[in-house]
């Protein structure tokens, strides 16, 4: 077994093998997941992070595709994670190995991992994080987070993302109505893909007019564009890729990147400490403290919030 | 507003407005959780609690309305939790009002409680230990719980009871083989209902095979028995008592009853922890000694991990 700073050496180096085992190691909650994410720390918050959301059929793989092709001709480190289970590319989720998008195969300067939904041990919003900053130490320059934009899981992902990116395409029936406001919130920047089918231009106007509607923004505010995009022919990607860098230049100056990074690490360093709580108290069954309580409880002497206030107590020297 | 200790004492009287209105208490976890928790506390420990779990189409609706009438003959006070999202008892599961069966609409010693699989909680592992909590100091003497047996919530509600009883019906296609090796574990009585149909004594034949299969019992040990009924004709609801009281006396002369409720106090008061320490770090939002470190590891300063043990060593006075 290759140890941990060497792998994090080699990562750094663009070895897309060290790449994959560290994501590996870090999603299984390895022994060594804390030593990785040590190791990595100073070489963290260079990746610029952009996620990308919509609807099933909007083409979310491929403009996720042509974007890569897009920052490739800009000469920057690309990382892809991929959390769809119905992508092309999460093939390889439960196998743990690298699953490289086609148009990309070739190209030592993109990783691609994908990443099932909901893993064993609590799924995206456990290991995406923990994923990203590999990538990120890896010195990928843009990571982009691919998910299908259903439920829940384009919130969490929208939370891990600088900027985020919402597809929309025209004949998706009800097209926008479906994505009802919670995806309209989320959007930094929103493209209708597919745009040279009947009805593109009447879903930008129709998108256009809903994000006006909610329309009270103060100067200096960020006004989410709308970009037009044939993402199968590689139309409208640099226009995509200008409104980004767009966006990221105002994060920078508002101070609205800072405070977004600020806020994930929060959350970070909360769900870890919730864990790490969790398995203290797990560690307890067994326990003469807990038995004890619980003896008590069964026996209708004590109640259980009782207890807990004890346990709690007990645990938080409180 | 009445008072909790009034609520209390009304529901030890068999009012059933005081019971539903305990019960809404704690679904909600109304401010009153704890007073109700406690009040009810001494008069705790005395139902036995039944969970009956099977497939859809099993009849598991028809044979709990059977179960309670064989127990009224008894004379016992009975407790219903229907915790089935597609039971016909479970409408009333959102509007928080108490739902009867239809032939135990009139009867006073009997009450029905209908709820929702997954509340806004965090669901029945959440509400439903506290739910019997209240059905048990209301002195019902035997609280049958009902609920889908699919999934995880079958296992759940086998943790929550004294004796979990497991229902089948013939030509259900492939009956047994889809209920696998998971619910023939967690069964301490299993029933045939439908048992007037084609290929009933053919379940029941396979079932037995498939219990004896798993046989390395220990003399002393239980061996579940194979009832079989036609629930809906009352027939063989007597004999699935008499099971019931059988399993019920081996509980207790094994010591298995009281090591049972044991473990059950101990997962209701680590859960109650966990949740109270959940709530602690929530609190943090907005804290400075969270705001700081999340500083420290956006900066790539700290990694998460290690600002997520300061944290919890700040909680818990480590």
């Given at each position: 077994m290759v140890d941990v700073a060497t792998l994090v050496e080699q990562a750094r180096e663009g070895r897309p093998r060290a790449v994959a085992r560290l994501i590996t190691l870090v999603e299984n909650a390895a022994p060594q997941l804390r030593e990785v994410m040590a190791a990595l720390t100073p070489y963290t918050g260079q990746a610029y992070t952009v996620g990308l959301t919509g609807s099933p059929g909007v083409g979310k793989s491929t403009s996720t595709s042509a974007l890569v092709s897009a920052y490739r001709r800009l000469g920057k480190r690309v990382g892809v994670l991929a959390v769809d289970p119905?992508?092309?590319?999460?093939?390889g989720a439960l196998l743990g190995d690298r699953v490289r998008m086609q148009d990309h195969?070739?190209?030592?300067e993109v990783f691609i991992r994908s990443m099932a939904?909901?893993?064993?041990?609590?799924g995206l919003s456990w290991a995406a994080p923990q994923a990203l900053r590999v990538l990120d130490g890896a010195g990928c320059e843009v990571i982009l987070v691919e998910t299908v934009g259903v439920g829940q899981s384009e919130v969490e992902i929208a939370a891990q993302a600088d900027t985020t990116v919402v597809l929309l395409a025209p004949g998706m029936g009800d097209g926008i109505q479906a994505a009802k406001a919670g995806i309209l919130e989320i959007g930094d920047v929103f493209v209708v893909n597919?745009?040279?089918?009947?009805?593109a231009d009447a879903t930008a106007r129709e998108l256009n007019h809903m994000l006006g509607l909610g329309e009270s923004r103060e100067p200096g505010d960020w006004r989410p564009p709308i970009v037009k995009t044939v993402a199968a022919r590689g139309e409208g990607m640099d226009e995509v890729v200008e409104a980004l860098e767009k966006h990221r230049a105002w994060l920078e100056a508002s101070g609205e990147l800072a405070a977004r990074r600020r806020r994930r690490a929060a959350d970070e360093v909360q769900a870890i400490a919730l864990a790490a709580l969790r398995a203290r108290i797990g560690d307890l069954r067994g326990d003469r403290r807990l038995s004890a309580l619980a003896e008590r409880v069964a026996a209708g002497e004590l109640d259980p919030y009782g207890a807990a206030d004890q346990l709690v107590a007990d645990l938080t020297g409180a």
């Open positions: 119905s992508s092309p590319f999460s093939g195969a070739t190209d030592p939904t909901r893993g064993h041990l609590g597919k745009a040279d089918r009947d009805g």
